[in-house]
């Protein structure tokens, strides 16, 4: 089946831009780095789910779905989003979601109940599955039709958004007339991370994809992205041979676990903000740009190379780790009356 032909609901600004970062990578003694925009793709404070969600919505429409279940941590960027796209399709939302590290009615679980979701919360991460599965049979037994979204959008279908998102790069950058040599983003549950590793291949593109891991360990999240990328292939109806391999995957720069936050990430997210006026988030892109910035430094990337960095977006999240950033403010900044 064509990327064009599947029931798709239009729900993102786009295309993101794809810009520069000339003080980052001054500061950074290069590559030549670009940034990929997915924060501004506008759906409740924007982030890259949305492009999942575009596709996940058209299919759970398709199949007359009158709710959306899904599940997630507490500061979950796709549980926001699935709230988001839920109110603006007209379609109910249940998000099952497991405690933070960051505790506190702020951020991604604020904006959520704002949103209209209803939040079952779970004790832990593993025990989201099976409250999903058990807010589904509520919901059936009272006539309800629930579509079912496993973590972070991840599915063939939900994948299929990166793939799309591949091509819009590339476009992007054919008219920039910039060559890009690595594309550098974080990778958590496995469906961006499948999805343009199925969009460099089935676009025939020689651009590295490489995933910086939000915790998991490389091993678990090869599998995790594997599955997504053949799922998508198969959506797609187009035969790709993809094998652990083909993805590359780095999960030494967030070795505390996810959501955990690192000294790393901090600086990351400081250098960022400091030198681009960019706002990264503590859970996904500060751990991803905290994984460039560690590349770099180990001469991964050589000076006169071009690496685009996706930045998914996440920004509400930085609310519930304001203790995390406290000391990031300079001494003498804070005035008194």
Not at 23 to 46: E, H, M, S, V, W
Not at 286 to 308: E, N, S
Request: hydrophobic share 45%.
């Amino acid at each position: 089946m064509c990327l064009d032909d599947l029931p798709r609901v239009a729900l993102a600004h786009l295309p993101t831009p794809l810009e520069p970062a000339p003080a980052l990578t001054r500061a950074l003694g290069g590559p030549r780095l670009f940034i990929k925009r997915d924060d501004c793709t506008g759906l409740a404070g924007g982030g890259g789910k949305v492009r999942k969600l575009e596709f996940l919505v058209g299919d759970a429409l398709a199949r007359g779905a009158d709710v959306l279940v899904t599940e997630g941590g507490a500061q979950s960027n796709h549980c926001r989003q699935t709230a988001a796209a839920a109110a603006k399709t007209g379609l109910d939302c249940v998000l099952v979601l497991s405690p933070s590290h960051a505790p506190g009615f702020t951020g991604n679980l604020l904006l959520d109940y704002l949103l209209g979701a209803r939040v079952v919360m779970v004790e832990r991460a593993a025990d989201r599955a099976l409250g999903m599965e058990e807010a589904a049979r509520e919901l059936r037994d009272a006539g309800r039709r629930p579509y079912l979204i496993p973590t972070g959008g991840s599915t063939g279908v939900g994948a299929v958004g990166y793939v799309a998102a591949w091509r819009e790069m590339e476009e992007q950058a054919r008219a920039l007339g910039i060559v890009v040599d690595a594309v550098v983003f974080c990778s958590g549950s496995g469906g961006t991370h499948g999805g343009l590793a199925v969009g460099a291949r089935l676009f025939g593109s020689a651009t590295e994809v490489v995933g910086i891991s939000d915790g998991a360990p490389r091993a678990d999240l090869r599998e995790m992205v594997l599955r997504v990328a053949r799922e998508t292939a198969a959506v797609l109806g187009t035969p790709l041979a993809l094998s652990a391999d083909d993805i590359v995957l780095h999960d030494e720069y967030a070795p505390e676990g996810y959501g955990v936050p690192s000294a790393a990430m901090v600086e990351a997210v400081r250098l960022v903000a400091r030198t681009e006026g960019l706002l990264l988030d503590p859970v996904y892109t500060g751990k991803a740009m905290a994984g460039l910035i560690g590349l770099i430094r180990r001469h991964r990337f050589g000076p006169d190379q071009t690496v685009v960095f996706i930045h998914t977006g996440g920004t509400p999240a930085l609310f519930a780790y304001a203790e995390t950033f406290a000391g990031a403010a300079p001494s003498g900044s804070l005035w008194r009356a």
